[in-house]
């Protein structure tokens, strides 16, 4: 089989860059996303303590609001999965190969493991979404049930 030499692959190098620094930002937002989803499970942990022996209506749908929110924070955080190639099996496999050909070969893994990886920093920026947006209900019916209270 023929194989290319690195003068015909001249974008390797740049292709190979934009893959390094997508996954560098790839990691800064996932720690984004798990900071702010671990903001949101300590808030609603501080909603759930200062209402636990309210009994209002208004406390009781506004901790279990505030609890839904803490559970899909913890489901924010829970272990990301960053997918890398595996060093052991590059080397198994690549280790008599031509160079040019391992890092085709690499470069190709690291794009499909990225597009992966993507798809779960959507999926978990949508939890975090559901999240904030419950903990705000729980903040909304907590500021109702003091107005009612005030007023009635």
């Known amino acids: 089989m023929q194989w290319f030499s690195e003068e015909q692959v001249p974008p390797l190098d740049v292709i190979e860059s934009v893959v390094e620094r997508e996954d560098a930002s790839y990691r800064d937002r996932a720690n984004s996303l ?17 209402l636990g022996t309210t009994a209002s209506v208004a406390a009781m749908i506004s901790q279990a609001l505030a609890i839904a929110s803490g559970i899909i924070a913890a489901w924010v955080i829970a272990p990301r999965i960053d997918k890398t190639i595996a060093p052991r099996d590059l ?7 031509p160079a040019l050909r391992t890092r085709l070969v690499v470069l190709n893994s690291r ?3 990225h597009a992966e990886d993507e798809a779960r920093l959507v999926a978990k920026a949508r939890r975090l ?17 003091a107005i009612v209270r005030v007023a009635g």
């Open 129 to 145: 979404r559901s999240a904030s947006v419950l903990l705000l209900g729980s903040a909304a019916i907590i500021l109702m049930g």
């Open 34 to 50: 798990d900071t702010k989803a671990g903001v949101i499970l300590s808030a609603a942990g501080v909603v759930v303590a200062l």
């Open 91 to 97: 080397s198994d496999r690549f280790l008599a190969a």
């Open 111 to 113: 794009i499909l493991l």
